[in-house]
């Protein structure tokens, strides 16, 4: 009924300390896959992290897996949580929220809803979910994997894969690609700031500067 696999290597802290100065929303304007549902939305706005994905899947009503896991969890894991299809039942409030915090987990992930908003602000603790419900599961003993290949917002998360979130969304990265996706988002984050002071300061236009304005000229003529 359970499947329980190793915990994963957690990512260099080189790497994530790199991560952290990214904004998913500078990877978006390239890459396509490891995005989760933008209905995945952060609960506590302004928070970025990174991490290491610890990953659960566990079905329905029951969260008694999610609660053996909040003990084996370390400090810069992010837990991602996999419902399995439900959209009813809220595995995570404070209770969980406690736990996974003085685990030194550094934030939550989940496919479905959470519950007890104030708890979790309380307690200033990063989660992403599809919003809340009043309707918890409960101790039902169902079974579960944990550290397993997982579904989240539609992106496969394999265990000791990178974890991107902030207020535009989450990015799953695998451990090998993130100092490539670190080093590239950076040096468009740096162009794009370029960019925006020359335009703030109207030394140029947004349209000559990116050729969207040659582009619509062209049609015209």
């Known amino acids: 009924?359970?499947?329980?696999?190793?915990?994963?290597?957690?990512?260099?802290?080189?790497?994530l300390d790199l991560l952290r100065g990214v904004e998913t929303a500078t990877v978006g304007h390239w890459r396509l896959m490891g995005f989760?549902?933008?209905?995945?939305?952060?609960?506590?706005?302004?928070?970025r992290v990174v991490g290491t994905a610890v990953t659960l899947?566990?079905?329905?009503?029951d969260s008694t897996l999610l609660h053996h896991a909040t003990g084996l969890l370390r400090p810069g894991d992010i837990l991602v949580v996999d419902r399995l299809g439900d959209d009813k039942y809220a595995c995570w409030g404070g209770g969980v929220t406690v736990a996974a915090k003085a685990a030194g987990a550094v934030a939550g992930i989940v496919d479905g809803p959470c519950t007890d908003l104030a708890e979790i602000q309380d307690s200033d603790f990063p989660m992403w979910s599809r919003?809340?419900?009043?309707?918890t599961t409960r101790l039902y003993d169902l079974g579960g994997g944990l550290n397993i290949p997982v579904s989240c917002g539609g992106a496969v998360v394999?265990?000791?894969?990178?974890?991107?979130?902030d207020e535009s969304g989450v990015l799953?990265?695998?451990?090998?690609?993130v100092r490539t996706v670190s080093e590239e988002a950076l040096r468009r984050q740096e162009t794009?700031?370029?960019?925006?002071?020359?335009v703030r300061d109207k030394q140029q236009k947004?349209?000559?500067?990116?050729?969207?304005?040659?582009k619509v000229l062209a049609r015209l003529s």
């Open 192 to 198: 794009g700031k370029k960019r925006e002071a020359s």
């Open 158 to 165: 394999m265990p000791g894969d990178a974890i991107l979130a």
């Open 131 to 135: 919003g809340l419900s009043p309707i």
């Open 57 to 61: 899947a566990i079905a329905g009503p």
């Open 36 to 47: 989760m549902d933008r209905a995945i939305q952060p609960l506590l706005p302004g928070k």
């Open 206 to 214: 947004l349209g000559d500067m990116t050729g969207a304005s040659t």
């Open 172 to 177: 799953v990265i695998p451990r090998d690609e």
């Open 1 to 15: 009924m359970y499947v329980i696999e190793k915990m994963p290597e957690q990512i260099a802290q080189a790497d």
